[in-house]
């Protein structure tokens, strides 16, 4: 692997969806994406056909057709949203000027996900009592399975591993976790995606996110991803059974 080729694969991406805009401010747009190819986060442009997967929608409130574009879509009230120009915007998304200052459009691009977090959102459904002391462990390394599996059961916790996010999520929509620690970087679906995969079916479910991400963006996409809690590897144990006991109160705390 090139050191370019690394540094993508572990620069965050955030997916952006852009409506609107001159043919000029487009090209700025794409020297901009390209610029944060060796930067984080790594910005990502989405087609239209694939608009509900973007993590930020960037629109230019003072074009008609951006505009009519936005009324028809029911899903962009919950989803980060930039609006260049306009009067005014929901609570949960930005407002900025219409003349963009593109090369700070990854800070803008962090405000508006980290504003969007503000938003009110529905207190979680306690567990299930069945589920008080289940949790789930999803890591592709079966050293740090082992090893989150002996700190947790040392606790009173029951433990069930699995080795990818796949695995992880077909065992949640069949079994009654009270949490899951998931890792952030593993091959095929990644942490963040399998978090919303999860969240998507069951949304009161606890999930902590484990890595050695720990910038501010990474944070921030992790609760965009819909994770309760994130912890930085190499987990503190004491840290860990308290995060962990924040979600099944009958754990040992202090195993």
């Known amino acids: 692997m090139t050191t370019a080729t690394a540094e993508a694969a572990h620069n965050p991406v955030v997916k952006l969806l852009v409506k609107g805009f001159n043919p ?14 060796r930067r984080a986060p790594r910005i990502e442009l989405v087609a239209d056909a694939d ?7 960037l629109i230019d409130a003072q074009e008609t057709s951006a505009l009519q574009w936005a009324a028809a879509q029911p899903w962009l009230a919950g989803k980060p949203a930039i609006w260049a120009g306009a009067k005014a915007v929901r609570p949960q998304h930005t407002l900025v000027e219409r003349h963009l200052k593109w090369p700070i459009l990854p800070v ?7 504003h969007a977090q503000l938003a009110p959102r529905a207190t979680p459904a306690p ?5 008080s002391r289940s949790v789930l462990v999803i890591d592709d390394s079966l050293a740090v399975r082992n090893h989150l599996q002996s700190l947790l059961e040392r606790a009173g916790a029951t433990v069930t591993t699995a080795a990818s996010a796949e695995e992880g999520i077909a065992l949640t929509a069949t079994q009654p976790f009270a949490c899951v620690l998931m890792d952030v970087l593993m091959p095929g679906i990644d942490g963040f995606e399998a978090c919303r995969r999860i969240k998507a079916k069951r949304a009161h479910l606890p999930v902590v996110m484990l890595t050695s991400k720990s910038s501010p963006f990474d944070r921030v ?11 930085t590897k190499p987990v503190d144990p004491v840290q860990l059974r308290e995060t962990v006991g924040r979600h099944l109160p ?3 705390t202090n195993a």
Do not use: F, Q
């Open 24 to 37: 000029m401010e487009r090209r700025l747009l794409d020297g901009t994406v390209k610029l944060s190819e």
């Open 51 to 57: 608009a509900t997967d973007a993590d930020v929608v």
């Open 108 to 114: 803008l691009l962090y405000r508006a996900i980290e």
């Open 127 to 131: 567990a299930p009592a069945a589920a």
């Open 221 to 231: 996409r992790g609760k965009m991803a819909g994770c309760d809690t994130y912890l």
């Open 250 to 252: 009958s754990l040992n």
